[in-house]
């Protein structure tokens, strides 16, 4: 039954941190136009909900990799590199979005363009690796 809960506590904090960066990875990539109240609050959001979403993702996953004796698996593996990656461009992007608000001259790059459609791969190759385990 403690694995149900995890894994229910688990996709909760996912669910929260996914779209969360999505938001802030919208925001970044909109900074062409200026920083502006709605970047504000999505900083904000950031720092209260996204950022303990993900670290109660992190939790959670280890205690739930633990838990099903997961640490051996290929797919785990995978999966927490995309984990790891995406945790790594929330902090890039959380930086980029603090610094557009300081610094008014802080303009998106073109690169920024594309992040919302990683994250989105990123999601969909999480869900797959976790619900189908392939290898």
Do not use: C
């Not at 694995?3 to 938001?23: C, D, E, Q, R, T």
């Not at 062409?32 to 959670?60: C, K, Y």
């Not at 959380?94 to 303009?107: E, I, M, N, Q, T």
């Amino acid at each position: 039954m403690l694995y149900l809960w995890l894994k229910a506590a688990h996709v909760a904090s996912v669910l929260i941190f996914i779209g969360g960066l999505m938001a802030q990875t919208l925001a970044v990539a909109t900074l062409w136009e200026g920083a502006s109240n709605l970047h504000r609050a999505i900083e904000r959001w950031d720092q209260r909900v996204t950022t303990p979403a993900m670290l109660s993702t992190w939790l959670f996953g280890i205690l739930l990799a633990v838990k099903g004796a997961f640490f051996t698996s290929g797919w785990l593996a995978v999966k927490l590199a995309i984990v790891v990656f995406l945790s790594g461009m929330h902090g890039i992007q959380s930086g980029r979005l603090r610094r557009a608000l300081r610094d008014r001259s802080v303009r998106a790059k073109r690169i920024y363009l594309s992040t919302p459609a990683i994250v989105a791969f990123g999601a969909l190759a999480i869900a797959v690796l976790a619900v189908i385990k392939p290898f």
